[in-house]
């Protein structure tokens, strides 16, 4: 339980907290667990890549105080399975009215206030690979909590899911795009590139032109598809705070 590291993005006045209260899902190849270190951060710096001991909300708290910044980021393992996100989300919106995102997998429905916006990571469609992917059965869980997120006013909602070539793949993709494009064809989506994990994996990671394609089979549907992949430069410096 707990944050276990801490980044902060001068230029965007943005801070982003990785939670370390497990995970309900059993994702193959969980970025948390095998690249568990702010991404965004110079190799450099987040090399060796682990995780470091878990501090709770005062702690945290300390190491915000100092900094400027108007934006904050919820991730990690799972945050709504750590005991300290929504306490943590309330302080820092109600002592410093901070813009707070939750990036979560769907699975557990939160819905307080101190939530300005949520990404929800869908990770298929087809129940034989969400299955298999996560380790769950219920993949209705997650669209209807989707749904249910869509109804909250003033709630800012937005999706994204993994590119895995060969497994969850365009045609996958497309098929989460259309039940996207069910709820709202507003809502914003985006395709991050597969990262394999160290030791041999058996998926590899997708090609910029496999990406690409897929964009632009979704486009079809949505107004707002981006895509992330390994190609993609960091735009603005980011700093290690724990």
């Known amino acids: 339980m707990g944050v276990y590291h801490i980044t902060y993005t001068p230029n965007?006045?943005?801070i982003c907290l990785y939670f370390n209260g497990g995970c309900n899902f059993s994702c193959h190849g969980c970025i948390t667990d095998h690249h568990p270190?702010?991404?965004?951060?110079?190799?450099s710096i987040r090399a060796p890549e682990h995780k470091?001991?878990?501090?709770f909300i005062d702690k945290v708290i300390s190491y915000l105080e100092p900094l400027s910044f108007k934006k904050v980021i919820f991730l990690g393992k799972e945050p709504t399975q750590d005991a300290d996100f929504l306490a943590l989300a309330k302080i820092l919106k109600e002592k410093l009215s901070t813009y707070n995102i939750l990036l979560t997998n769907g699975y557990r429905?939160?819905?307080?206030r101190a939530i300005?916006?949520?990404?929800?990571?869908i990770k298929a469609i087809s129940k034989n690979i969400f299955s298999d992917f996560t380790g769950k059965n219920n993949i209705e869980y997650v669209l209807e909590n989707f749904v249910k997120y869509t109804s909250i006013p003033n709630l800012k909602v937005r999706a994204e899911s993994v590119f895995i070539p060969g497994y969850i793949d365009k045609e996958e993709i497309e098929k989460i795009a259309q039940f996207?494009?069910?709820v709202s064809v507003e809502i914003p989506y985006r395709?991050?590139?597969?990262?394999p994990i160290k030791e041999k994996d058996r998926f590899r990671r997708p090609t910029?032109?496999?990406?690409?394609?897929?964009?632009?089979?979704?486009?079809?549907?949505?107004?707002?598809v981006s895509i992330l992949h390994y190609g993609v430069r960091v735009k603005y410096k980011v700093k290690r705070i724990y």
Do not use: P, T, W
């Open 37 to 43: 270190q702010d991404c965004h951060l110079e190799k």
């Open 208 to 224: 910029k032109d496999e990406m690409e394609e897929a964009r632009k089979a979704i486009e079809k549907y949505l107004k707002n």
């Open 109 to 112: 429905f939160v819905e307080d």
């Open 12 to 14: 965007l006045k943005e």
């Open 191 to 195: 395709i991050d590139g597969y990262i």
């Open 116 to 121: 300005d916006e949520i990404c929800v990571s």
């Open 180 to 182: 996207i494009a069910g």
């Open 52 to 55: 470091s001991a878990s501090i």
